[in-house]
């Protein structure tokens, strides 16, 4: 079946090469229905089952970082983002299974729903009222405990920023595991992952010093998956809600180069 079909592109004359620079599938709602496939099982686990994002960015908007055409896509889909979540697909998937990709992506472009706040309003709730830059980076600005934000805006969707403001508990960042030890006298140190294993643990106290641990010297050692960041849930206003995410989806870290 599979080799059908590459007979018959390769008898229309179809160039599947990195070099294209429009899809040569483009419009082709088999091709789209095909990467759909493809995309249920290597992307959704951080897109979402309808590439509406989750832990990745929202792929349905449109907009996208990495440029606006085909050749764009095809390019990170196949070389990655260096230093991200997003893997590299080139040595798993043939040129033509990147462009079905591509096909499906573009099939599932939909209007926007960017956050409706107000992003200046958001900015001064994170530095002032909300107390988030006392653990989050913005730009090497602020605390260490939590993830750098400087580019959640661009790695992250909408609705994961929303959720990880609201109930920070639901899915934690990989890596940024809360720790609790307790020692032989009973006192508790808690703090967020720095490593684990079975022998030591090493974590970030809330005064961001680092502390090591040997699990022979204490009583126990736990990783817990609930947050150190406080529910926001009850402490923020709707419209400070809002106002919070408007700012956050702004975050696109350092222009890209291009
Ligand atoms: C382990 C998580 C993960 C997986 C699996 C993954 N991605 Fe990504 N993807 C990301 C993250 C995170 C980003 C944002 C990177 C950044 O900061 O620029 C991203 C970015 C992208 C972008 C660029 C978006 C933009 O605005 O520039 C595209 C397109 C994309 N992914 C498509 C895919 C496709 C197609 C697959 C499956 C073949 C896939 N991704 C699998 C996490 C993932
Ligand atoms: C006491 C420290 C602390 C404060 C204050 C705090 N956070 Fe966090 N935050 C964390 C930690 C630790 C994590 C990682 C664990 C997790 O996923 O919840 C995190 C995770 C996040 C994430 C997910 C990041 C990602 O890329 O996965 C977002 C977004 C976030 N915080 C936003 C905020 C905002 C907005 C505020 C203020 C309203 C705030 N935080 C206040 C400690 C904090």
Redesign the pocket.
């Known amino acids: 079946m599979k080799g059908i079909w590459l007979v018959a592109w390769a008898a229309a004359g179809i160039c599947f090469g990195q070099t294209a620079k429009t899809n040569p599938l483009a419009g082709d709602p088999q091709a789209a229905e095909a990467g759909r496939g493809v995309?249920r099982v290597?992307?959704s686990?951080?897109?979402g089952i309808k590439a509406e994002g989750a832990?990745?960015?929202d792929?349905t908007l449109g907009v996208?970082?990495?440029g606006s055409g085909d050749a764009d896509?095809f390019a990170?889909?196949a070389g990655g983002?260096p230093g991200?979540?997003?893997?590299a697909?080139a040595a798993r998937f043939a040129d033509e299974h990147v462009w079905r990709?591509v096909a499906y992506?573009r099939s599932v472009k939909k209007e926007s729903a960017a956050a409706k706040g107000d992003a200046e309003a958001g900015e001064k709730l994170f530095w002032g009222k909300g107390a988030c830059g006392q653990c989050h980076m913005v730009n090497a600005k602020g605390g260490r405990l939590g993830p750098d934000l400087s580019?959640a805006g661009?790695?992250r969707s909408l609705a994961y920023l929303r959720s990880s403001v609201v109930t920070p508990g639901a899915e934690i960042t990989p890596g940024f595991a809360t720790i609790t030890v307790v020692k032989n006298d009973g006192s508790k140190v808690v703090g967020v992952q720095r490593s684990i294993d079975n022998y030591s643990a090493q974590l970030m106290d809330m005064k961001e010093n680092i502390q090591s641990f040997w699990r022979s010297d204490v009583k126990s050692i736990g990783r817990e998956f609930k947050s150190l960041m406080p529910d926001y849930g009850k402490t923020l206003s709707a419209t400070e809600l809002d106002d919070m995410l408007a700012y956050l989806t702004r975050l696109k870290g350092e222009e890209t180069k291009r």
């Not at 991200?84 to 893997?87: A, I």
């Open positions: 995309f290597y992307c686990p951080c897109h832990r990745g960015p792929l996208f970082n990495a896509l990170v889909i983002v991200t979540e997003m893997p697909f990709l992506i580019r661009r790695q």
